[in-house]
Nanobody
Framework: QVQLAESGGGLVQPGGSLRLSCAAS????????MGWYRQAPGKQRELVAT???????NYADSVKGRFTISRDNAKNTVYLQMNSLKPEDTAVYYC???????WGWGKGTLVTVSS
């Protein structure tokens, strides 16, 4: 059974940075395209960024140029470097596969951007 554990969230001022991590266990991590998702209060979960096993990346327009997704296949971990954070980036951030069926969702990590 695959388990996902996100970490690295917190409270940051607008313009600040955070680096999120997601550790996956119980699977052959390398073969999957992974994604970071977020869910803001009262809104649906949305896809933020994806990365293939080989390292090709894609980003939602709202984060392009500010966020960077990366992965360490040896550590079964995917990262999200978030720079120039805005209040509208406030959300719970999750990682999972890009393609359905999804693995069970982790608890996520809360990012709050506020002055």
């Amino acid at each position: 059974q695959v388990q996902l554990a996100e970490s690295g969230g917190g409270l940051v001022q607008p313009g600040g940075s955070l680096r999120l991590s997601c550790a996956a266990s119980g699977t052959i991590f390398t073969i999957f395209t992974m994604g970071w998702y977020r869910q803001a209060p009262g809104k649906q979960r949305e896809l933020v960024a994806t990365i293939t096993g080989g390292g090709s990346t894609n980003y939602a327009d709202s984060v392009k140029g500010r966020f960077t997704i990366s992965r360490d296949n040896a550590k079964n971990t995917v990262y999200l470097q978030m720079n120039s954070l805005k209040p509208e980036d406030t959300a719970v951030y999750y990682c999972n596969k890009f393609l359905q069926p999804y693995w069970g969702w982790g608890k996520g990590t809360l990012v709050t951007v506020s002055s």
